[in-house]
Protein backbone atom coordinates (compact mmCIF):
# COMPACT_ATOMS: atom_id res chain seq x y z
CA UNK A 1 0.00 0.00 0.00
CA UNK A 2 0.99 3.70 -0.68
CA UNK A 3 1.80 5.05 2.72
CA UNK A 4 1.70 8.60 1.29
CA UNK A 5 -1.73 8.17 0.31
CA UNK A 6 -2.64 7.89 3.93
CA UNK A 7 -0.69 10.19 5.55
CA UNK A 8 -3.43 12.57 6.38
CA UNK A 9 -7.00 11.78 7.09
CA UNK A 10 -9.45 12.55 4.76
CA UNK A 11 -10.95 16.19 3.94
CA UNK A 12 -8.47 17.49 6.77
CA UNK A 13 -6.71 20.08 4.56
CA UNK A 14 -2.88 20.90 4.62
CA UNK A 15 -2.97 23.80 6.93
CA UNK A 16 0.97 24.76 5.27
CA UNK A 17 -1.30 24.81 1.55
CA UNK A 18 -4.18 26.90 2.79
CA UNK A 19 -3.17 29.08 5.54
CA UNK A 20 -0.80 31.99 5.16
CA UNK A 21 2.56 30.92 4.73
CA UNK A 22 4.69 32.01 7.89
CA UNK A 23 7.13 34.40 6.56
CA UNK A 24 4.98 36.24 4.43
CA UNK A 25 3.43 38.02 8.18
CA UNK A 26 6.64 40.37 8.26
CA UNK A 27 7.20 40.96 4.47
CA UNK A 28 3.50 41.96 4.74
CA UNK A 29 4.06 44.36 7.64
CA UNK A 30 6.83 46.21 5.91
CA UNK A 31 4.84 46.53 2.87
CA UNK A 32 2.01 48.13 4.52
CA UNK A 33 4.43 50.59 6.24
CA UNK A 34 6.21 51.40 2.58
CA UNK A 35 2.46 51.98 0.82
CA UNK A 36 1.71 54.13 3.93
CA UNK A 37 4.51 56.39 3.20
CA UNK A 38 4.36 56.56 -0.75
CA UNK A 39 0.56 56.96 -0.50
CA UNK A 40 -1.09 60.58 -1.87
CA UNK A 41 -2.78 62.03 1.25
CA UNK A 42 -4.70 65.25 1.46
CA UNK A 43 -2.18 68.17 0.95
CA UNK A 44 0.12 66.15 -0.93
CA UNK A 45 2.77 68.24 -3.06
CA UNK A 46 4.15 66.48 -5.97
CA UNK A 47 6.89 68.85 -6.17
CA UNK A 48 8.30 68.41 -2.48
CA UNK A 49 9.12 64.56 -3.49
CA UNK A 50 12.72 63.87 -3.90
CA UNK A 51 12.76 61.46 -7.44
CA UNK A 52 15.86 59.79 -5.55
CA UNK A 53 13.89 59.25 -2.23
CA UNK A 54 13.93 56.06 -0.70
CA UNK A 55 10.89 55.63 1.94
CA UNK A 56 10.84 52.70 4.08
CA UNK A 57 13.99 51.08 3.55
CA UNK A 58 15.94 49.84 6.15
CA UNK A 59 18.87 51.80 6.70
CA UNK A 60 21.21 48.81 7.06
CA UNK A 61 20.23 47.88 3.83
CA UNK A 62 22.36 50.35 2.21
CA UNK A 63 24.97 50.11 4.78
CA UNK A 64 25.68 46.26 4.57
CA UNK A 65 25.10 45.80 0.83
CA UNK A 66 24.62 48.50 -0.92
CA UNK A 67 20.70 49.07 -2.11
CA UNK A 68 21.12 47.16 -5.11
CA UNK A 69 21.74 44.05 -4.03
CA UNK A 70 19.90 44.17 -1.21
CA UNK A 71 17.00 45.12 -3.16
CA UNK A 72 17.54 42.38 -5.96
CA UNK A 73 16.93 39.66 -3.45
CA UNK A 74 14.43 41.28 -1.47
CA UNK A 75 12.47 41.37 -4.82
CA UNK A 76 13.18 37.59 -5.07
CA UNK A 77 11.90 37.05 -1.80
CA UNK A 78 8.64 39.11 -2.14
CA UNK A 79 8.34 38.06 -5.86
CA UNK A 80 7.68 34.24 -4.76
CA UNK A 81 5.03 35.51 -2.69
CA UNK A 82 3.39 37.63 -5.14
CA UNK A 83 3.29 33.95 -7.19
CA UNK A 84 1.55 32.28 -4.07
CA UNK A 85 -1.43 35.22 -3.71
CA UNK A 86 -1.88 34.99 -7.36
CA UNK A 87 -2.41 31.60 -7.42
CA UNK A 88 -4.53 31.96 -4.63
CA UNK A 89 -6.62 34.55 -6.49
CA UNK A 90 -6.60 32.43 -9.62
CA UNK A 91 -7.98 29.47 -7.90
CA UNK A 92 -10.64 31.24 -6.04
CA UNK A 93 -12.13 32.59 -9.53
CA UNK A 94 -11.78 29.52 -11.09
CA UNK A 95 -13.37 27.48 -8.46
CA UNK A 96 -15.16 29.44 -6.15
CA UNK A 97 -16.17 31.87 -8.05
CA UNK A 98 -14.78 34.58 -7.13
CA UNK A 99 -15.04 38.31 -8.54
CA UNK A 100 -11.78 39.60 -7.27
CA UNK A 101 -8.71 40.60 -9.03
CA UNK A 102 -5.80 43.41 -8.45
CA UNK A 103 -5.45 46.32 -11.47
CA UNK A 104 -1.97 47.74 -11.04
CA UNK A 105 -2.18 51.15 -13.14
CA UNK A 106 1.43 52.50 -13.92
CA UNK A 107 1.59 56.20 -14.73
CA UNK A 108 5.10 57.73 -15.77
CA UNK A 109 7.06 60.12 -18.03
CA UNK A 110 9.04 59.06 -20.85
CA UNK A 111 11.90 56.84 -19.14
CA UNK A 112 10.21 56.23 -15.95
CA UNK A 113 10.41 53.34 -16.18
CA UNK A 114 7.24 51.48 -16.03
CA UNK A 115 8.74 48.62 -18.49
CA UNK A 116 11.35 47.69 -16.62
CA UNK A 117 9.32 47.41 -13.09
CA UNK A 118 7.15 45.29 -15.12
CA UNK A 119 10.21 43.01 -15.91
CA UNK A 120 11.31 43.26 -13.22
CA UNK A 121 8.20 42.66 -10.42
CA UNK A 122 5.62 41.31 -12.32
CA UNK A 123 7.64 38.93 -13.91
CA UNK A 124 7.49 36.91 -11.24
CA UNK A 125 4.10 36.10 -11.08
CA UNK A 126 2.53 33.12 -13.40
CA UNK A 127 1.84 35.09 -16.70
CA UNK A 128 -0.90 32.64 -17.39
CA UNK A 129 -2.71 34.63 -14.26
CA UNK A 130 -1.24 37.93 -16.04
CA UNK A 131 -3.16 40.66 -18.09
CA UNK A 132 -0.66 43.02 -19.11
CA UNK A 133 -1.92 46.08 -21.61
CA UNK A 134 -0.21 49.20 -22.79
CA UNK A 135 -2.12 52.41 -23.67
CA UNK A 136 -0.68 54.41 -26.58
CA UNK A 137 -2.71 57.05 -28.89
CA UNK A 138 -6.35 55.87 -29.42
CA UNK A 139 -6.95 54.18 -32.59
CA UNK A 140 -9.68 55.56 -34.99
CA UNK A 141 -12.04 52.53 -33.40
CA UNK A 142 -11.39 53.65 -29.76
CA UNK A 143 -11.67 57.42 -31.19
CA UNK A 144 -15.16 57.13 -31.71
CA UNK A 145 -15.55 55.71 -28.48
CA UNK A 146 -16.25 57.97 -24.72
CA UNK A 147 -12.38 57.81 -23.22
CA UNK A 148 -12.92 54.68 -20.95
CA UNK A 149 -14.38 52.12 -23.48
CA UNK A 150 -11.23 50.92 -24.39
CA UNK A 151 -10.12 50.51 -20.54
CA UNK A 152 -13.07 49.06 -19.85
CA UNK A 153 -12.18 46.59 -22.49
CA UNK A 154 -8.86 45.71 -21.05
CA UNK A 155 -9.53 44.96 -17.51
CA UNK A 156 -8.82 41.51 -15.95
CA UNK A 157 -10.94 39.00 -15.71
CA UNK A 158 -12.02 37.81 -11.98
CA UNK A 159 -8.85 36.14 -10.40
CA UNK A 160 -6.28 37.91 -12.63
CA UNK A 161 -3.89 39.93 -12.08
CA UNK A 162 -3.99 43.25 -14.21
CA UNK A 163 -1.20 46.02 -14.97
CA UNK A 164 -2.21 48.71 -17.21
CA UNK A 165 1.06 50.22 -19.00
CA UNK A 166 -0.06 53.98 -18.95
CA UNK A 167 -3.94 53.83 -18.59
CA UNK A 168 -6.76 56.45 -18.46
CA UNK A 169 -5.02 59.27 -16.66
CA UNK A 170 -3.36 59.82 -20.19
CA UNK A 171 -6.89 61.57 -21.09
CA UNK A 172 -6.24 64.10 -18.19
CA UNK A 173 -2.68 63.98 -19.00
CA UNK A 174 -1.11 63.89 -22.14
CA UNK A 175 -4.22 64.76 -24.13
CA UNK A 176 -4.68 67.83 -20.96
CA UNK A 177 -0.82 69.31 -21.79
CA UNK A 178 -0.91 68.55 -25.77
CA UNK A 179 -4.52 70.56 -25.74
CA UNK A 180 -6.47 67.57 -27.56
CA UNK A 181 -9.30 68.48 -26.31
CA UNK A 182 -10.94 71.56 -24.96
CA UNK A 183 -10.45 71.86 -21.29
CA UNK A 184 -13.88 71.75 -20.27
CA UNK A 185 -13.99 67.89 -21.66
CA UNK A 186 -10.55 67.01 -19.47
CA UNK A 187 -12.14 68.67 -16.69
CA UNK A 188 -14.92 67.17 -16.20
CA UNK A 189 -12.80 63.67 -16.57
CA UNK A 190 -11.73 63.64 -12.55
CA UNK A 191 -15.91 63.18 -11.92
CA UNK A 192 -15.77 60.71 -14.30
CA UNK A 193 -12.75 58.23 -13.57
CA UNK A 194 -13.37 58.23 -10.19
CA UNK A 195 -17.09 57.37 -10.53
CA UNK A 196 -15.71 54.67 -12.93
CA UNK A 197 -12.79 53.88 -10.16
CA UNK A 198 -15.28 52.99 -7.51
CA UNK A 199 -17.44 51.33 -10.12
CA UNK A 200 -14.52 48.46 -10.28
CA UNK A 201 -13.70 48.56 -6.77
CA UNK A 202 -17.30 47.91 -6.09
CA UNK A 203 -17.30 44.58 -8.17
CA UNK A 204 -14.25 43.76 -6.57
CA UNK A 205 -11.27 45.27 -7.95
CA UNK A 206 -8.45 46.24 -5.84
CA UNK A 207 -6.56 49.27 -7.73
CA UNK A 208 -3.37 50.53 -7.30
CA UNK A 209 -2.30 53.17 -8.99
CA UNK A 210 1.50 53.77 -9.13
CA UNK A 211 3.14 57.11 -10.75
CA UNK A 212 6.72 56.47 -10.96
CA UNK A 213 8.41 59.63 -10.33
CA UNK A 214 11.91 60.20 -12.17
CA UNK A 215 13.47 63.93 -11.94
CA UNK A 216 13.99 66.01 -14.84
CA UNK A 217 17.89 65.62 -14.56
CA UNK A 218 17.52 61.39 -14.60
CA UNK A 219 15.43 61.72 -17.85
CA UNK A 220 17.74 63.29 -19.85
CA UNK A 221 20.13 60.77 -18.68
CA UNK A 222 18.31 57.69 -19.63
CA UNK A 223 17.06 59.66 -22.91
CA UNK A 224 20.61 60.05 -23.48
CA UNK A 225 21.82 56.23 -23.09
CA UNK A 226 19.11 55.45 -25.43
CA UNK A 227 20.56 57.42 -27.94
CA UNK A 228 24.27 56.33 -26.98
CA UNK A 229 23.31 52.69 -27.29
CA UNK A 230 22.65 51.01 -30.37
CA UNK A 231 20.64 48.28 -28.80
CA UNK A 232 18.28 51.06 -27.10
CA UNK A 233 17.36 53.41 -30.09
CA UNK A 234 14.43 51.98 -30.62
CA UNK A 235 13.19 52.87 -27.56
CA UNK A 236 14.29 56.91 -28.49
CA UNK A 237 10.88 58.70 -29.91
CA UNK A 238 11.77 62.04 -30.71
CA UNK A 239 8.45 63.05 -29.58
CA UNK A 240 9.55 62.14 -25.89
CA UNK A 241 11.90 65.52 -26.26
CA UNK A 242 8.51 67.36 -27.04
CA UNK A 243 7.04 66.21 -24.15
CA UNK A 244 10.19 66.82 -21.89
CA UNK A 245 10.02 70.39 -23.57
CA UNK A 246 6.92 70.88 -21.59
CA UNK A 247 7.93 69.40 -18.56
CA UNK A 248 6.46 72.10 -15.73
CA UNK A 249 2.32 71.07 -17.72
CA UNK A 250 2.73 67.83 -17.66
CA UNK A 251 4.11 68.19 -13.90
CA UNK A 252 1.29 70.32 -13.03
CA UNK A 253 -0.94 68.03 -15.00
CA UNK A 254 0.33 65.21 -12.78
CA UNK A 255 -0.39 66.98 -9.63
CA UNK A 256 -4.05 67.64 -10.54
CA UNK A 257 -4.20 63.75 -11.49
CA UNK A 258 -3.64 63.31 -7.87
CA UNK A 259 -4.62 65.63 -6.15
CA UNK A 260 -8.56 64.54 -8.11
CA UNK A 261 -8.43 61.00 -8.06
CA UNK A 262 -6.75 59.67 -5.34
CA UNK A 263 -9.62 58.23 -3.70
CA UNK A 264 -9.91 55.33 -1.01
CA UNK A 265 -11.55 53.03 -3.66
CA UNK A 266 -8.29 53.70 -5.96
CA UNK A 267 -5.56 55.16 -3.77
CA UNK A 268 -2.50 57.11 -5.44
CA UNK A 269 1.02 56.01 -4.99
CA UNK A 270 4.08 57.76 -5.75
CA UNK A 271 7.38 55.87 -5.59
CA UNK A 272 10.45 57.67 -6.45
CA UNK A 273 12.07 56.06 -9.36
CA UNK A 274 15.42 57.44 -10.08
CA UNK A 275 16.99 54.68 -8.38
CA UNK A 276 15.46 51.46 -10.25
CA UNK A 277 16.37 49.07 -7.57
CA UNK A 278 14.32 51.24 -5.14
CA UNK A 279 11.23 51.31 -7.92
CA UNK A 280 11.15 47.82 -8.30
CA UNK A 281 11.04 47.16 -4.47
CA UNK A 282 8.20 49.80 -3.69
CA UNK A 283 6.40 48.26 -6.52
CA UNK A 284 6.79 45.29 -5.10
CA UNK A 285 6.20 46.12 -1.66
CA UNK A 286 2.80 48.16 -3.06
CA UNK A 287 1.31 44.72 -4.70
CA UNK A 288 2.19 42.77 -1.79
CA UNK A 289 0.33 44.87 0.59
CA UNK A 290 -2.73 44.76 -1.34
CA UNK A 291 -2.45 40.82 -1.52
CA UNK A 292 -1.98 40.59 2.11
CA UNK A 293 -5.21 42.87 2.66
CA UNK A 294 -7.01 39.71 0.42
CA UNK A 295 -6.54 37.10 3.15
CA UNK A 296 -6.23 34.54 0.23
CA UNK A 297 -6.65 31.36 1.00
CA UNK A 298 -7.10 28.28 -1.57
CA UNK A 299 -10.13 27.53 -2.18
CA UNK A 300 -11.90 24.55 -0.32
CA UNK A 301 -12.69 21.26 -2.72
CA UNK A 302 -16.17 20.97 -4.10
CA UNK A 303 -15.62 16.98 -3.83
CA UNK A 304 -15.05 14.64 -1.07
CA UNK A 305 -11.25 14.28 -1.14
CA UNK A 306 -11.09 10.67 0.38
CA UNK A 307 -13.97 9.54 -2.15
CA UNK A 308 -11.69 10.64 -5.39
CA UNK A 309 -8.68 8.85 -3.66
CA UNK A 310 -10.35 5.95 -2.92
CA UNK A 311 -11.36 5.72 -6.73
CA UNK A 312 -8.03 6.24 -7.73
CA UNK A 313 -6.29 4.14 -5.49
CA UNK A 314 -8.87 1.64 -6.47
CA UNK A 315 -8.22 2.30 -10.21
CA UNK A 316 -4.22 1.88 -9.41
CA UNK A 317 -4.79 -1.35 -8.11
CA UNK A 318 -6.89 -2.66 -10.61
CA UNK A 319 -4.33 -1.46 -13.23
CA UNK A 320 -1.99 -3.17 -11.04
CA UNK A 321 -3.76 -6.16 -10.94
CA UNK A 322 -4.19 -6.32 -14.87
CA UNK A 323 -0.17 -5.65 -15.56
CA UNK A 324 0.15 -8.51 -13.04
CA UNK A 325 -2.27 -11.10 -15.31
CA UNK A 326 -0.58 -9.83 -17.91
CA UNK A 327 2.99 -10.93 -17.06
CA UNK A 328 1.98 -14.45 -16.06
P1 LIG B 1 5.65 54.12 -23.76
O1 LIG B 1 6.20 55.51 -23.91
O2 LIG B 1 4.60 53.99 -22.71
O3 LIG B 1 6.74 53.09 -23.64
P2 LIG B 1 4.84 54.44 -26.47
O4 LIG B 1 6.18 54.88 -26.91
O5 LIG B 1 4.01 53.57 -27.36
O6 LIG B 1 4.89 53.70 -25.08
O7 LIG B 1 4.03 55.76 -26.11
C1 LIG B 1 2.75 55.79 -25.89
C2 LIG B 1 2.27 57.20 -26.20
O8 LIG B 1 0.88 57.16 -26.30
C3 LIG B 1 2.64 58.20 -25.14
O9 LIG B 1 3.22 59.33 -25.72
C4 LIG B 1 1.29 58.56 -24.54
O10 LIG B 1 1.22 59.88 -24.08
C5 LIG B 1 0.38 58.31 -25.70
N1 LIG B 1 -1.01 58.10 -25.27
C6 LIG B 1 -1.47 57.13 -24.46
N2 LIG B 1 -2.79 57.28 -24.26
C7 LIG B 1 -3.16 58.36 -24.96
C8 LIG B 1 -4.39 59.03 -25.14
N3 LIG B 1 -5.50 58.60 -24.56
N4 LIG B 1 -4.42 60.11 -25.93
C9 LIG B 1 -3.28 60.54 -26.52
N5 LIG B 1 -2.09 59.98 -26.37
C10 LIG B 1 -2.02 58.89 -25.61
Known amino acids: MDTRLKARPANVADPAV ?6 LAPLAARAAKVRDLLRVGPGFDLAA ?20 EWSREQVAAIGTHLA ?9 AKVGGARGRLLLVLQALDCGGKDGTIKRVAGAMNPLGLHIVGFGPPTKEERAHDFLWR ?13 FNRSHYEDVLAV ?37 HISYGEQRQRLL ?56 WAVANLLLAAFADMGLKYPAPSFDVEEQRA ?6 RAGRGKREMNSS
Open 225 to 280: DRLNDPTKQWKFNPGDLDDRARWPDFQAAYADALALCATPAAPWYVVPADRKWYRN
Open 311 to 316: RLTAEE
Open 176 to 212: RVRNLVPESTWRARYDLINQFEKELADDGVTIIKAML
Open 49 to 68: VDARATPGLPRRAVADQGGK
Open 18 to 23: TSTPAD
Open 151 to 163: IRRALPDPGVVGI
Open 84 to 92: DQQERLFAQ
